[in-house]
T-cell receptor
Framework: GAVVSQHPSRVICKSGTSVKIECRSLDFQATTMFWYRQFPKKSLMLMATSNEGSKATYEQGVEKDKFLINHASLTLSTLTVTSAHPEDSSFYIC?????????????FGPGTRLTVL | AQSVTQLGSHVSVSEGALVLLRCNYSSSVPPYLFWYVQYPNQGLQLLLKYTSAATLVKGINGFEAEFKKSETSFHLTKPSAHMRDAAEYFCAVRFSGNTGKLIFGQGTTLQVKP
């Protein structure tokens, strides 16, 4: 149980285009989902927290107009990187938490490798 | 300020040797503590977690960790390393008041030599 999937697993795009990454909780309803970014040989940096049906909460320094997050259902959250540039190339990981009141366990997706040419 | 620190970005052990990965946190209130493992090009897998119950926590793959409040530590151990344990290990903390938000340590790369 508690499986989180991401699609696509890797994507290559041209500079200036937009890319959408999906994060799905396959066997539970996720009231909260998180989006992380991981640079090579580095730790995970939380980008934003999204709650189903409401606006995402972005961490300081993360451009909300650049990284659009939508959490329209209890099993799906999407991250859209708009007007991507080479510096946006990274490994993006989502996680989902099944409990609204005690979000002490996050289940992570397998990640999406984004390369912007 | 609330923070989490992993001492040693790279740890190398021989197969069969003890594994010790260090994690310290900075907080006046004991947080929830987690250890995750990441294999190359994959997401994170939960090894174990401490949520104010037993201070010695047993996880998957033979790993365990002990919460020591006096030392503000949550070190990860395994008595005997296996080649398949080679991976990146992250200590993570959820501080009181930060709903669901995890703060990750810098990560420790575990190398297991034959």
């Amino acid at each position: 149980g508690a499986v989180v999937s991401q699609h696509p697993s890797r994507v290559i795009c041209k500079s200036g285009t937009s890319v959408k990454i999906e994060c799905r909780s396959l066997d539970f309803q996720a009231t909260t989902m998180f989006w992380y970014r991981q640079f090579p040989k580095k730790s995970l940096m939380l980008m934003a927290t999204s709650n189903e049906g409401s606006k995402a909460t972005y961490e300081q320094g993360v451009e909300k107009d650049k990284f659009l997050i939508n959490h329209a259902s209890l099993t799906l959250s999407t991250l859209t990187v708009t007007s991507a540039h080479p510096e946006d190339s990274s490994f993006y990981i989502c996680s989902a938490s099944p409990e609204q009141s005690r979000t002490d366990t996050q289940y992570f997706g397998p990640g999406t490798r984004l390369t912007v040419l | 300020a609330q923070s989490v620190t992993q001492l040693g970005s790279h740890v190398s052990v021989s197969e069969g040797a003890l594994v010790l990965l260090r994690c310290n946190y900075s907080s006046s209130v004991p947080p929830y503590l987690f250890w995750y493992v990441q294999y190359p090009n994959q997401g994170l897998q939960l090894l174990l977690k401490y949520t104010s119950a037993a201070t010695l926590v047993k996880g998957i793959n033979g790993f365990e960790a002990e919460f020591k409040k006096s030392e503000t530590s949550f070190h990860l151990t395994k008595p005997s390393a296996h080649m398949r344990d080679a991976a990146e290990y992250f200590c993570a903390v959820r501080f009181s008041g930060n709903t669901g938000k995890l703060i990750f340590g810098q990560g420790t790369t575990l190398q297991v030599k034959p």
